[in-house]
């Protein structure tokens, strides 16, 4: 009986543990070169997992995507969260006066606010609860997941400023550029 109950939590602890590693995929370890929209390459580090990534100089600076494609530096703003800056990212030996004024500015291997990692969890949880009741009537999730986003102003928040960290973290580029759009033609 107790040989049994041994092997039972070894198997159980096993399980866990291979669950868990499966389960965050963590990113390629190798530096990518990556082609900005004008045509420019730049060589990056891919960092996080399937859930949560981000790219970084090879000198350590966190890089984000802005609203044209192209690999920002990433800088935080008044309340704490990751955005891109307006400097596009460039290799170091590239890197022009200006550009490296800015970097002075910020600190290397910033990383996404507590508000912006919880906001990113509570999507992939929606995520999977749906797959996994579309798994538990045996049906495929085919297709892409349509979700309903409702924006609200507050008073002590800019809505502009939550419209862009939603965008960025929930919608492709093209979604969040209509989404923009729409919002700045409906409160004009």
Known sequence: MKKRTIKSFILLAFLLISTTILYAVPAYPNPVV??????KTLTVMIK??????????????????????????????ENGNLQP??????????????????LNTIEKKL?????????????????????EQHALRGAAVIGEYKSLCALVQFPEKLFINAVRAAGALLFDRETEQKLKKNITQNSQ
């Open 34 to 39: 990556v082609t900005q929209p004008d045509g």
């Open 111 to 131: 990383f996404y606010s507590e508000a912006q990692t919880q906001f990113m969890h509570q999507v992939w949880q929606i995520e999977d609860e749906i797959a």
């Open 48 to 77: 996080g997992d399937e859930r949560i990534n981000w790219n970084e100089s090879m000198d350590g600076f966190t890089l984000l995507y802005d609203q044209a494609g192209y690999l920002t530096y990433a800088q935080l703003d």
């Open 85 to 102: 800056s307006n400097f596009i990212a460039t290799d170091i030996e590239e890197r022009d006066i200006v550009i490296t004024s800015f």
